[in-house]
């Protein structure tokens, strides 16, 4: 499954099946994307085809997220303990369908919006151990 | 309303925002969505009421307007209108960066018909399609290519 930035400088292909998404209601991810974050799940990790202006910024001591410094997209969080295990902006995979599997860090959501969805809505206690189980 | 301070992830970026409304407007637009993941959450402010310090850059993302982000940590900041007319300058500026959103709804939700399926947004704010928006705005959709 095939990626890319706003303006293109940034491709990437996913590896192996998505897990489905997990939006995240982080106070980190509203400031970097404007509002929930929505990432697809890809545990077999992503090759960068086009990176010259793919740039990391390591955002806590566990994990890093990385931008296209030509247009400013939001792309790829990323476990530094794990590295094959790309969370992958939804928006940057075009018209893919992908399944809410859940919500996270609800404990973080302002009440400016709500989904409509009943798909779990987990802490992010809830939601670490959820993934760690391989549920989300 | 009155003058907010807000800050980008990694703080690089300070900005002062005077927003025009209590609002905040979702846009699923191709282009939002490639930028931030899934819809654009923005505030709306007037040319004159933004100022931001720090490492910001800008991109001339389509012939009507630019997009700004944090060079440090890759915060969308704001998106900016360039055409001329009545909507020159005005800033839509990136919800997430203002930490005080106490009183803001929803208030609309543009290019709703470019959202793909399977979530929505709840509630009842106002919904544009694609071809409703373009011609509100006599504009064509298909010219945002970025710096490619």
Partial sequence: MKGRCLCGAVQFSCAGQPRGVAICHCGQCREWTSGP??????PDGVTVEAGDHLRWYKSSEKADRGFCAKCGSSLFFRSRDTESRWNVSAGALGDHLFEIKAHAWVEDQPDWYAFADDTPRLRSTEFRAARQE??? | MAAMTGKCMCGAVTLTVIPAEQMIHACHCDWCRAWTGSAFMAVKAEDGDVSA???VKTLAS??????SWCDACGSGLWYRVTAPGPYHGEYHVAAGLLPDTAGFTLGSEIYHDRK?????YAGD???MTKAEIEAFFGMSGEAETGAE
């Fill in chain 2, 125 to 127: 704010a106002k919904k």
């Fill in chain 1, 37 to 42: 974050f929505m990432a697809v799940f890809f």
């Fill in chain 1, 134 to 136: 391989g549920r989300v």
């Fill in chain 2, 62 to 67: 389509s012939p009507w307007a630019e997009r």
């Fill in chain 2, 53 to 55: 310090e720090g490492p």
């Fill in chain 2, 116 to 120: 793909p399926e399977g979530w929505a």
